[in-house]
């Protein structure tokens, strides 16, 4: 076991501190986050390269379509009115997939911050991540924490002015690189990025990249917390979502305190020392500038950087790991009834403590039953209840589509043999990218034929009609019933039909006759 006065004393004062809060419009007070090592640190590496990766990486991933579609696996293709996700093809009239997965997002994200607190705020927001990134850059040309303070002071040299200068240009590339990943997503990446680059590009996505170059670079590099403190919203609405068997980092102040740095001189003196030596780990690490001693806070992303810090120091002391940790608030009050002594209602952590000097076996810890709860059932019940809707509305939908337009003026026409003529703008929609063959036929209306405008073809009941592949087909149909058939019905269907499977469409229709015949 080492001596705490081993352990390295960091001089830090949280700069979003929970006691004192600044007014609104106080100038912004530099954080600068020292490196954190651990099995969180580690996770969040993991989560930053998997993010970054599939946000930079997706538009350049290919799938076969065939030759009457495009390849890339991912496209947002605006000008054709198509979503393009691997195998799945969605068009405008159904956009209620992508509100679906709105939905889901929305639910699923319910869920997690109710069992997890705001693990989407400190591993996987796009903040977060950038942020980690352009930290990930400002160390590497600065150094660590000690290193890039001592150079924010230290007055204009060349040496400070090529590391700023380093340091600015390369954010700038991650910026760029940020906007010019995005603008991939709407039109085919390679071609995209030639015409970007020998100024052929249209206007448009010269001003999207700029406008998320400058806020990639001003919320990553020059804003940082104070997007999560002021902009954000979430941090405001989380709180609606937690009770007390949600997972937060939490420092357990019931085995910490009273902290002291001089642990072994206070307890030689008899007095009653918790687990923390004050070290500061917690809030040097902090990219949020908060003292997680301070409890709960708006500001706190709980990203567990400093239970990576903590850890470190308790394993230094020879001290259990967990002073600061993921805790339900349950367990917590719990274990602060067990830690208060009831006389003088302060901590006293030899109450937490066997006559070993380890944890009382009283202590209650975090177990994975509490996940499985009332409210977690119902977020996942009915987040599974979309995305099964979802999937089954995928796999059933059609790919074949007729809507049809009467005319209104003329209603119908008397042909010079008595029969009445009606006329219809009839639309066949093929959402396959290949090209089909379909049979249009009416159903009902005994003794009526048709006719296709541009179609040499007789009168009959039933015409094929070659469709593009994706795209709308428009033709004009004249349907003629003779007379002495008009009183047997004047309804009928239009029914299209896949020559070549077994998909097909119906569309109830309307024959419009004299009054004096009906």
């Given at each position: ?11 830090v004062?949280?700069?979003?501190s929970a ?9 912004r ?10 099995r ?7 989560v ?22 495009p390849?890339?696996a ?12 691997f195998a ?15 939905v889901?997002?929305?639910?699923g994200?319910?869920l997690?911050t109710?069992?997890?607190g ?5 591993y996987t927001c796009p903040?977060?991540v ?10 590497g040309i ?23 200068m380093?340091k ?7 910026a ?12 085919d ?5 030639g ?6 590009a249209?206007a448009?996505?010269?001003i ?5 170059t400058?806020?990639?670079?001003a919320?990553g ?13 979430w941090?405001r609405i989380q ?8 997972l ?5 102040d019931?085995?910490g ?9 206070a ?6 020392v918790?687990d923390?030596v004050d ?8 990219p ?6 301070d409890?709960?806070?708006l500001?706190c992303i ?8 903590c ?11 967990g ?11 719990s274990n602060?009834?067990i830690?208060?002594?009831?006389a003088?209602?302060t ?5 937490v403590?066997?006559?070993?000097g ?8 975090f ?6 709860r ?8 009915a ?15 059609d ?12 209603q119908y ?11 219809y703008?009839v ?18 209306l005994?003794?009526?034929v ?10 009959t009941?039933?015409?094929?009609i070659?469709?593009?592949p ?12 003779p007379r002495d ?7 009928f269907?239009?029914?299209?039909a ?5 998909e097909r ?9 004299p009054?004096?015949?009906?």
């Amino acid at each position: 076991m080492l001596d705490e006065r081993q352990v390295e004393r960091l001089e830090v004062t949280a700069v979003n501190s929970a006691k004192t809060r600044q007014p609104l419009y106080t100038a912004r007070q530099k954080v600068f986050p020292k490196r954190a090592s651990g099995r969180f640190r580690q996770f969040k590496w993991l989560v930053m390269l998997v993010t970054l990766g599939i946000y930079y990486l997706t538009p350049w991933l290919r799938w076969d379509r065939g030759p009457y579609a495009p390849d890339q696996a991912v496209l947002l293709d605006i000008a054709n009115r198509r979503f393009y996700f691997f195998a799945v093809e969605i068009w405008p009239q159904e956009f209620f997939y992508v509100a679906g997965l709105l939905v889901m997002a929305g639910i699923g994200l319910f869920l997690v911050t109710s069992t997890v607190g705001r693990a989407w705020c400190g591993y996987t927001c796009p903040q977060t991540v950038w942020v980690d990134l352009f930290l990930v850059v400002e160390r590497g040309i600065e150094g660590d924490r000690n290193a890039r303070i001592k150079l924010d002071s230290a007055p204009w040299s060349f040496a400070k002015l090529w590391k700023r200068m380093t340091k600015h240009a390369i954010w700038l590339v991650i910026a760029v690189a940020t906007g010019g990943a995005w603008i991939f997503y709407f039109a085919d990446a390679p071609t995209l990025l030639g015409q970007f680059v020998t100024g052929q590009a249209e206007a448009v996505a010269y001003i999207t990249v700029g406008i998320l170059t400058a806020t990639t670079y001003a919320f990553g590099g020059l804003m940082r917390e104070q997007v999560c403190t002021y902009m954000c919203p979430w941090p405001r609405i989380q709180a609606a979502m937690l009770d007390e068997n949600s997972l937060t980092v939490t420092y357990n102040d019931w085995r910490g305190e009273p902290r002291s740095r001089h642990a072994k001189k206070a307890a030689a003196e008899g007095l009653s020392v918790g687990d923390c030596v004050d070290c500061n780990a917690c809030v040097a690490v902090c990219p949020m500038g908060i003292d997680i001693r301070d409890g709960q806070q708006l500001e706190c992303i709980t990203c567990a950087l400093c239970i990576d810090a903590c850890d470190g120091v308790m394993d230094k002391i020879g001290k259990e790991r967990g002073l600061i940790s993921y805790a339900t608030l349950a367990d917590y009050q719990s274990n602060m009834v067990i830690a208060t002594d009831p006389a003088t209602q302060t901590i006293d952590p030899g109450r937490v403590r066997d006559g070993e000097g380890k944890l009382d076996k009283g202590i209650s810890h975090f177990h994975i039953r509490r996940l499985f709860r009332p409210r977690t059932f119902v977020y996942a019940g009915a987040w599974s209840l979309v995305g099964l809707g979802l999937l089954i509305a995928l796999l059933s939908r059609d790919r074949l589509d007729i809507n049809v337009l009467q005319d209104r003026n003329p209603q119908y026409v008397v042909l010079s043999d008595g029969s009445i003529r009606n006329g219809y703008t009839v639309k066949l929609l093929n959402m396959v990218p290949e090209p089909r063959s379909f049979e249009l036929s009416i159903e009902g209306l005994p003794g009526a034929v048709m006719s296709v405008v541009g179609i040499d073809q007789q009168e009959t009941r039933s015409i094929t009609i070659d469709a593009e592949p994706d795209k709308l087909k428009t033709v004009r149909v004249y349907v003629r019933q003779p007379r002495d058939q008009l009183s047997q019905g004047q309804g009928f269907s239009f029914v299209v039909a896949d020559r070549a499977g077994a998909e097909r469409d119906v569309y109830a229709a309307k024959f419009n006759v004299p009054e004096t015949l009906r």
